[in-house]
């Protein structure tokens, strides 16, 4: 363990040296040196009278917003003699568990490609560049032939891998014993009980106001909602990430959320955003991915079908195969236990100097990987604004929906929170449950893992991602999955099979998603 | 409790004898007695023609009032709207102020139309001012997107009248007349696509005035991407949003045939542009319906026997101002999803729940206003009476709020009811 003063050195020797990486902190001294021509500069006085300059232009709040946003990013620096992977994932059997699984999606990656003799990548002649970009706005329309292709994995092959996940260290007895855990995930992590999610979850419970909750019969809900408006035009107005942050766990009203979002994300949509998502967007045109395929197929099989998410479908094609480009993205592999794939220039084989990460932003998309950018396009209209938001939410959040670790929001401890929590407050449900081969997991995993997008209605969606940015944790989708259970109790008790459980739970798009999550964290005697 | 209802229908549909069924009414052929008929728009022009003379008795009800091409016919319409323009004009209403450009300010919802052959002259009047517009040329008495295509060139149309002229000798009588619109050419993109609202609004009388919106409109898609270019004139695909053209594009879809909900389309609005520009969206949408409704209500024949469901067809251009464009006497009751189906059986049943209340033998002595529980998914839109009783001064307070561009108070001034709360 470090000293509480040397890890926060530490820390800040690593903020220091992000930023001075970064845009703001050239702006920021072109900014204080033109200061210098300004009259209430003076030179006796230098360093106060610039600091007061830039907190009175507001470059302060800037920098302060960008030490927020790495603060929330990243992980606090590890004990200098510890191993760079601890900071990925501490415990040595998720390593190996996650490396076994990404072995797996490029096999299957590689046998596709040769399969259909195809390439990974290839430049695109000067005729298909020019058809490309012509059509850039309405890909949707091009029927191109992909029933070769299939997704790489889908969440219910993921389940698989994470249902056989064991700690070496643990005794692992296959007989039942008051030891294992009666559902799928078999491996001990630390997860929240309901005291403590009450404690976490505090501005939900049910003497705090929520929006979209209309419960006390004396107060109009107007009035809750007027003044929690005002509030948030302030908030706005301060441009503040934190106070932002503390201001979504209430919920956004409409109107206000895509700035609040951007503000949290500390997404600004510069001039130089623009232009380096216009670069992206070139990279996309010069050169065909095999990914390019798979996207194009995810997208057709999901939000093409979905009521809500149709319309946007070109949309979602200008987003993510820009995402595919985007090495910044590699960057969140820092903190994330996968490991970018490489691929390696032909006839170099193994030669680490002809590596390359593939896709470039070293992420291989899923059955559903789409449906993770399907609901900002009801906030964002620019594309470059929207790909922004995007790539923010998913390196600081929805990567860990698919990638093997111990972190309290990764996907195995999500897992174990919903079961743990099923099997405390509704033993009997969750009993009844696996009896009849349902195991609740199995219908609740698909939830999870697409943060339950194109499962709810977007409204109730939006604000559950609300408190996904408010307390820049998943683990209100395994209390929201919990919820769901709950709240279908009674018909659940009735199914006799995976089936009828499965049609039970099959419909998602009329739950009100607070009154659920008050009810089951804050209403029920525990 | 008197006997069950004798209901008739002419078209076929499963959502409408599915509701007729659940009522327990029973069944029967058109020449016996009958006390609920839901017919085609053909039908009733037999029912009420002079020659049968058919006389409907205290006890029956019929799905539209028989002059209801007052409104659902696209040149009848914009004929009732000129002429009631012109009547507020003439009295002095504030509701007929103009601008400096000497539009409306509050009656201008309809795109600038003409009838063909008839207002000709007028026409080349107006498409040489602007001579870059493009016009949409439109079959009176024809719906589900036929006989539509877009002309920008007067040579264009000189050629459709010697073409229908040399074709037929009729194609002067008024069946074959056209009207021709200004066509909308920056209507509001949502995803890069444009779209259509389809709203559904019942009236139960028109004098006075009682008329409901139906909660669950909805948006319909073109599944190509939308482009001004003229190159694109001919490409029905890109233009119309009509589900009976767009099922025959190679990208329809049958999970949800191009179809959005309103709330979907509150929310993009509401997140993209903010509240207020919404809400005034919505209100001005309330508005123009009451206003074509407000048009015709003097010249329809107000059987108290009738009730009619119409179908309202509203483009909003990319200033987000709402076009009235058509109103449809018998919208589309196939269902072309699994939602849709639900969406469609639920407007009958919502529907016959106004016009015969309780699912008993109609009588038209009845004062046709349901209490608030019995509209389901309607909302009142209008009502004169009640407009009336709660002061003359009421109605002048809607205008001057109207005049000065208050917002959100509109809809609350036709009596919407409040929000409704979960549980």
């Given amino acids: ?526 | 409790m008197a006997g069950k209802v004798k209901w008739v229908t002419d078209i076929e549909k499963s959502v409408l004898i599915n509701n007729f069924e659940k009522r327990g009414w029973i069944q029967v052929s058109e020449n016996e007695d009958w006390n609920f008929y839901w017919m085609s728009v053909q039908t009733i022009r037999n029912v009420f023609s002079v020659e049968t003379g058919y006389r409907l008795s205290d006890d029956q009800i019929v799905n539209h009032f028989p002059n209801h091409y007052e409104l659902t016919r696209k040149d009848l319409m914009v004929k009732n709207i000129k002429r009631y323009r012109k009547e507020l004009e003439k009295e002095g209403s504030p509701l007929a102020e103009k601008d400096e450009n000497g539009k409306y300010l509050y009656l201008d919802f309809v795109p600038v139309t003409f009838m063909l052959p008839a207002d000709y002259n007028l026409f080349v009047e107006e498409f040489r001012k602007n001579p870059s517009s493009t016009w949409i040329m439109k079959p009176c008495g024809k719906a589900q997107g036929k006989g539509i295509f877009l002309i920008n060139k007067l040579s264009q149309i000189k050629k459709w009248s010697r073409d229908s002229k040399t074709s037929s000798f009729i194609s002067q009588s008024s069946k074959e007349a056209y009207v021709i619109s200004l066509y909308i050419n920056n209507p509001l993109l949502i995803g890069g696509k444009k779209f259509d609202l389809r709203l559904y609004v019942l009236v139960s009388t028109y004098r006075p005035l009682r008329c409901y919106m139906y909660k669950l409109g909805f948006c319909r898609f073109c599944t190509v991407k939308y482009t001004p270019s003229t190159s694109e004139l001919d490409n029905m695909f890109v233009h119309l949003t009509n589900v009976a053209i767009q099922k025959h594009g190679d990208d329809y879809n049958h999970i949800h045939g191009g179809k959005w909900t309103v709330s979907n389309l509150r929310l993009y609005l509401e997140s993209t542009r903010g509240k207020d520009v919404t809400s005034k969206l919505f209100d001005e949408i309330h508005w123009i319906i009451v206003q074509s409704l407000k048009a015709v209500a003097p010249v329809m024949n107000n059987d108290k026997h009738c009730f009619e469901c119409y179908g309202y067809d509203i483009i909003i251009d990319d200033k987000l101002k709402p076009w009235l464009i058509e109103v449809n006497a018998s919208p589309s009751l196939t269902s072309s999803t699994a939602n849709d189906r639900i969406l469609k059986y639920n407007l009958i049943n919502d529907t016959l729940n106004i016009a015969v209340p309780n699912g008993e033998i109609p009588d038209n002595k009845w004062n046709k206003s349901p209490p608030k529980e019995a509209l389901g998914n309607y909302e009142i839109l209008y009502d004169e009476e009640m407009a009336q009783s709660e002061g003359p001064d009421r109605d002048l307070r809607s205008r001057s709020g109207q005049s000065i561009g208050l917002k959100g108070n509109r809809a609350r001034d036709f009596g919407k009811p409040g929000p409704t709360t979960w549980k």
């Fill in chain 1, 1 to 526: 363990m470090l000293g509480q003063d040397g890890g926060l050195s530490l820390t800040i020797a690593q903020l220091v040296q992000r930023l001075k990486a970064s845009g703001l902190h050239s702006q920021l001294e072109r900014q204080a040196r033109l200061s210098l021509h300004r009259p209430d500069i003076k030179l006796e006085s230098l360093k106060e009278d610039i600091k007061g300059f830039l907190k009175a232009s507001g470059w302060e709040k800037k920098l302060q917003n960008a030490v927020y946003s790495e603060l929330s990013v990243f992980p606090s620096p590890c004990h200098p003699s510890a191993p760079p992977e601890h900071i990925k994932e501490s415990l040595a059997y998720m390593r190996k568990a996650q490396g076994n699984w990404e072995k797996r999606i490029l096999k299957s990656l590689n046998s596709m490609c040769t399969e259909l003799g195809i390439p990974l990548a290839q430049k695109r002649s000067v005729n298909e560049q020019k058809e490309l970009l012509n059509k850039w706005n309405e890909m949707g329309t091009d029927e191109p032939d992909l029933s070769l292709f299939r997704p790489v994995y889908a969440p219910k092959d993921f389940l698989e891998v994470l249902m056989n996940l064991r700690n070496p260290n643990y005794e692992n007895s296959e007989q039942p014993s008051f030891r294992n855990h009666l559902g799928l995930i078999q491996v001990p992590l630390k997860v929240k009980d309901i005291p403590e999610l009450k404690e976490y979850f505090s501005e939900l419970d049910l003497n705090t106001g929520q929006l979209d909750i209309d419960d006390s019969a004396e107060v109009p809900p107007e009035l809750f909602e007027n003044e929690h408006v005002r509030i948030g035009q302030k908030v706005l107005a301060e441009q503040d990430s934190a106070a932002a942050q503390q201001y979504v766990r209430q919920g956004c009203p409409t109107s206000l959320r895509a700035e609040l979002w951007a503000l949290i994300l500390n997404v600004s949509n510069q001039p130089e955003d623009v232009l380096y998502y216009e670069q992206l967007k070139s990279n996309v045109i010069l050169h065909d991915l095999l990914v390019d395929s798979l996207i194009y197929k995810d997208v057709k099989l999901t939000a093409s079908n979905d009521d809500y998410y149709f319309v946007f479908e070109d949309y979602l094609y200008q987003v993510l195969l820009c995402f595919s480009r985007d090495t910044s993205v590699l960057q969140h592999f820092a903190y994330n236990s996968a490991i970018p794939p490489k691929s390696y220039i032909r006839g170099k084989l193994g030669m680490e100097e002809y590596a390359v990460f593939y896709p470039p932003n070293g992420v291989i998309p899923f059955h559903g990987f789409s449906m993770y950018v399907a609901p900002l396009c009801f906030l964002y209209h620019e594309p470059s604004k929207l790909y922004q938001i995007f790539r923010e939410i998913y390196v600081r959040y929805f990567f860990r929906l698919h990638s093997i670790s111990s972190h309290p929001s990764g996907i195995v401890s999500l897992c174990l929170l919903f079961e743990t929590l099923l099997q405390t407050h509704l033993p009997q449900l969750f009993y009844h449950l696996r009896e009849i081969g349902a195991q609740p997991l199995r219908i609740s995993f698909k939830w999870m893992v697409r943060a339950f997008s194109g499962y709810l209605a977007t409204d109730q969606l939006l604000l559950l991602w609300d408190r996904i940015l408010g307390y820049s944790s998943l683990e209100v989708l395994a209390v929201l999955a919990a919820a769901v259970f709950a709240f279908r109790a009674v018909n659940l008790m009735e199914a006799t099979s995976l089936a009828a459980a499965e049609a039970v739970l099959a419909d998602l798009s009329t739950l009100k998603v607070m009154p659920l999550l008050q009810i089951f964290l804050f209403a029920t005697g525990t």
